[in-house]
């Protein structure tokens, strides 16, 4: 089970102490023994406007709104109210002036009870501040902003990393968390689960912080069990998984954000993360010598070359990978989909990928992103929030392209001037390769020796374009245009009129550029003696061979011209 292998992984982290979570810290007052104020610090953590502290291991519990031990805003740890956000009638500013007051009174009473029940001298300190200080009236001083979090440092020292406070809250965090003795976590399967997830997972898109498990409503209960009960796990388990999420999302080389999901990648015995290649292959390929050669298994060997610099353990058979892909709503996360491979595996299907996408033409790989953008109008609003996953799923389980990605690609190629851009002829020639009907064709260039009549259809939509544009120039609109919807759908509707069209073209070439009018109608017979007929019809497959064939021919031409330039 994927939770599992999160728990493992946490084995190989630095995890904070049990009731604690990485948090920042923005402000410390500093005090000496007795409690006697010193100065003020402001923690920076190097983001600028928007900084928001140091990121420090500090007491945290499942329910984010309740006072915590030590750490908290300027509401909880000194009773001052946020600035509010709009202007408010006497009888609302009187009852969040309530609201603040309980929340300052339930933070100094946690001090109070870790006091009694540890007898630190640090906690101590604290307390004497609030005894024996102005403390309002120092916070306002420092002109602090209320909203960031604050904590206390007592001669240089940070209470909360006492041993005996620790000790504290891990013990009070244990003994407030509703427990069932009847059911016992379904992970380690020695603890009782708990009612709530002590911890939450912060960084999955359109979410501020939830939790994996979790039944809010009774839609969502199941036999009777509420809250984190539907999925019984204990307060150990659930620190370790959630904290091995928040690092992977917190990790720039562990995580790849797409669209409304993220996908959070780790291994066992290697180091090896995709996410690079995924989302930048230009920069993880590098000096790569892309575009010249037309050999696939040159190309394969190419990409293999690319992720064999990558640190792997020696023992294979420890080589796991992971990848798990989660969203989220307001109120919880989801994990959508997950993988367990090993990294041999998952290198080579990503080996794989990029050959499959590979064309000659283009002078560097494309990411997802790309190749999903070219399914759909604007990709910040049209794209499915499925078609990530579909990709990803090729690219890293080896799995084949599902039709409905070729189906949106061939329609935005009719929607557009540009019908068939780069990343949409290496998304068609994905679609192919992972499925088995049209291996033959050789797709990494043009093929002159191919006979599929959608592929020649497409080849001569190319060749009538040169020629169009050989004799007039640049047109407001081209036969491209026009008639590549049609073209591309029912070639023998159409055809017989561009032929008839081209004649008067090649006319004018004739007089005008006559070497140039030789080309293009020897161009012109090689592909139409190939074709015995324009079929009436052509199928979703044969509209992506048409598209190929189109593309294929129009990125020789500029080949060819880029030559003779040079």
Known sequence: MILQKLIEHSQKLDMPPAGYESVPIKYIFDLDENGKFIETAILDGGAGARDTGILLNTPTQANQKAAKLLVGNGEFVFGVRKPPKEEETKEKRTLEEKKVAKRHQEFKALLEKCDRETSSKLIAAVLSFYKTADYKEIFRNANFDSNNRISFRINRKYPFNGEEIKKFWASRNKS???KSEDIICHLCEKNPAVDRLPTKIKGIPNSKATALISANTNAFESYGLHNSKVGPVCTDCAEKFTFTINHLLSDEDSHLTVGKQVYVFWSKGGEFSPVKALQKPDEFFGEMDFGKSDDPEEVKLMFKSAFSGKKVAIDNHDDKFYAAALSATEARATLRDWLETTIPKAKGNLVQYFTNCYIKYQDHPHGIFSLASSTVFDARKDLPPNTYTKLLNTALKGAR????????????AKAEKKPITHPRASLIKLYFLTNSKHKEINMVQLDTKSQKPAYLCGRLMAVLEEIQAGALGSTN??????????????PATVFSTLLSGSRHHLAKLRKGKPGYYTNLEKKLQEVVSDLHEFPKVLSLEEQGLFALGYYHQKQERFQKTEKEEK
């Open 401 to 412: 392209l599902p039709e409905d990605l070729l189906y949106r690609a061939i329609n935005r």
């Open 176 to 178: 407030s968390a509703t």
């Open 477 to 490: 609109a081209t036969i491209v245009d026009r008639y590549y919807g049609t073209a591309s759908t029912a």
